[in-house]
């Protein structure tokens, strides 16, 4: 008999399908940018690969030090609230820099 790692009829929940939906668009563009982001600092604006990566290391260190609270915000805004109000501001903070980058590169 085999057991299946996730039942796919959780999917008829639609608060799971959302859940999962969002987080999976989330996890993307988070994971995207952590492999983009040196690329365009090496690439892109010729910094070494130091430079690159102590551009990054505050990503790094803001991700573990969030762990620490986020208990408590996923208990203030319920995961519904949560997961939208990241992703508007994930979204803003990454036009932002990516409309920054552009202004640089070609002024």
């Known amino acids: ?4 790692l996730l039942q796919l ?7 799971f399908r959302a859940a999962v939906g969002g987080s999976f668009f ?3 563009a988070i994971g995207g ?3 983009q982001l040196p690329l365009l600092y090496q690439v892109g604006l010729g910094f070494s690969p130091i430079q690159s990566g102590l551009m990054i ?5 803001g991700a573990m030090y969030s762990k620490s609270f986020v208990g ?3 208990q203030q805004l319920g995961y ?3 997961l939208v109000s990241n992703n508007f501001i994930l979204s803003l903070l990454l036009f932002l820099f990516a409309t920054s980058v552009l202004a640089h590169l070609s002024g």
Do not use: K, S, Y
Request: charged share 20%; aromatic share 10%; proline share 7%.
């Open 1 to 4: 008999m085999q057991f299946p």
């Open 9 to 15: 009829r959780l999917f008829r929940i639609r608060t």
């Open 26 to 28: 989330t996890r993307i």
């Open 33 to 35: 940018v952590l492999f």
């Open 57 to 61: 290391m505050p990503q790094a260190l």
């Open 72 to 74: 408590r915000v996923l």
């Open 80 to 82: 519904r609230g949560l």
